[in-house]
């Protein structure tokens, strides 16, 4: 049985048995510190708020960041805002003066309270979610566990899919018996050629049963239209399964609009909890068609309990106890807000630099297909090898950090991400580095 689960069926009986003192801190009872960010003026979209240099320079101001560089890599993971710090210090401490007397007669109940406001959060039912370590380890259950495959049925990634969930959908050949295979996306691409490559595949493979979809990748950027690709998928009997790693948290959607039964969820990326906080989504009456953690039953019927689906061991306290507060600054900002902004900053570098000799952009100028994320590279240098060197010659001669990625068709790039304390600044010293980059 799933740790936290068995903690909560025996906490009951033995906060019967046992006094609590005043002295066993509760994360519920832990005081939120609150942000101080100026009121949004009435009838302000999200779109004008963008431009509103104050009000994010007031977002920016609860963020400590480094002067080391010009910090362009935020899709690795999402800095704490100071309020969430200040939690999570707290939280951290408590549990380390408490120990097992929190970590047993408390926690279970602050855990689950930290799980419901990430249902709240995600738009879906407590039941339907189960927090993990990160969207890597929800995915991996989710691929790994699937087990409505036949010997000789096909399952579907493609070359934008993240390296890790590659692995696992490559591993269901000796798990499973499924022929797996792949597909590389059309480069430029626009909303109907990646639509259309997902198409062509449904109609290639007739045997194919589950799909791997990247909601945003990690490599450009680009945002996949997964609910008209999962709508299709179900017309067909074929399941999906999202990595929405890069998705929630900077896109204004929730989980349902996705039109997948399964998805894998990282919260400390654009929600800015501490590092160590995902969740695995699983659409009500689907938890068994998700095989049990190495033979964890738990209770009820068949482990129709979607914990017992993960089983993480001990876990990091204070992170999953600061999860609330990273939410309630998450929408004070607004994940509306959020998105405008981080459209805003991406659009400022990529078109000026869509206009320079010698680079290549690797981002739609369509709105549906915009994130935060965005990529480049010298025309010609698609090696692994060029890229690194660009990634180093930006560090080096001018102060910038961009991070190369591989594993795209098309070839190697740079990625560059800004994060909502971003000032724009640092896009415009980016740009120029471009230009000199280019001229060699």
């Known amino acids: 049985m799933n740790p936290q689960r068995r903690a909560l069926l025996r906490a009951g009986s033995l906060a019967a048995a046992l006094p609590l003192t005043a002295g066993a801190g509760s994360a519920a009872a832990a005081s ?61 401490s408590m549990v380390n003066r408490d120990n097992a007397w929190y970590a047993r007669m408390r926690f279970p109940a602050d855990f689950e309270a930290a799980r419901a406001a990430a249902a709240r959060a995600l738009g879906v039912a407590t039941d339907e979610i189960v927090l993990t370590r ?117 896109l204004d959607m929730t989980i349902p609009e996705l039109q997948a039964d399964f998805a894998g969820i990282n919260l400390h990326k654009w929600i800015g909890a501490p590092v160590g906080v995902g969740a695995a989504y699983i659409k009500r009456g689907r938890v068994a068609d998700i095989d049990p953690y190495m033979g964890e039953l738990g209770g009820g019927k068949a482990g129709e309990d979607i914990r017992t689906r993960v089983h993480t061991g001990t876990v990091n306290f204070a992170a999953y106890l600061s999860l609330p507060t990273a939410l309630d600054l998450h929408a004070q900002i607004g994940v509306a807000n959020k998105q405008a902004r981080l459209r805003l900053l991406r659009n400022r570098w990529v078109e000026a630099a869509r206009g320079i000799d010698g680079i290549e952009v690797l981002a739609s100028s369509d709105p549906r297909l915009t994130s935060a994320i965005a990529s480049f590279r010298l025309k010609g240098k698609t090696s692994v090898a060029d890229n690194f060197a660009l990634s180093k010659k930006l560090v080096q001669e001018h102060g910038i950090f961009a991070v190369p990625r591989d594993g795209l068709a098309s070839g190697a790039c740079v990625r560059v991400t800004p994060g909502i304390f971003t000032p724009e600044s640092h896009l415009d010293k980016l740009v120029d580095a471009l230009r000199k980059v280019a001229k060699g």
């Open 32 to 92: 939120v510190l609150p942000a101080r960010l100026p009121a949004v003026p009435a009838g302000t979209t999200p779109e004008m708020l963008a431009s509103n240099q104050a009000y994010w320079q007031a977002v920016a101001a609860q963020y400590d960041t480094t002067d080391a560089v010009v910090q362009l890599d935020n899709a690795f993971w999402g800095s704490m805002a100071r309020p969430v710090l200040r939690h999570y210090e707290q939280q951290l």
């Open 134 to 250: 990160g969207a890597t380890e929800a995915l991996q259950v989710l691929i790994a566990g699937y087990n409505c495959l036949q010997p000789g049925d096909t399952v579907l990634y493609a070359d934008i899919d993240y390296d890790n969930m590659i692995t696992v959908t490559r591993w269901l050949q000796q798990r499973r018996g499924a022929q797996v295979v792949s597909i590389d996306i059309p480069e430029p691409f626009t909303h109907d050629n990646v639509l259309a490559a997902y198409i062509a595949a449904m109609e290639r493979y007739p045997t194919l049963k589950l799909m791997l979809l990247t909601h945003v990748n990690h490599r450009n950027g680009m945002v996949l239209p997964v609910a008209e690709i999962s709508r299709l998928a179900r017309e067909r009997g074929i399941d999906v399964i999202v990595d929405t790693a890069h998705g929630f948290g900077q």
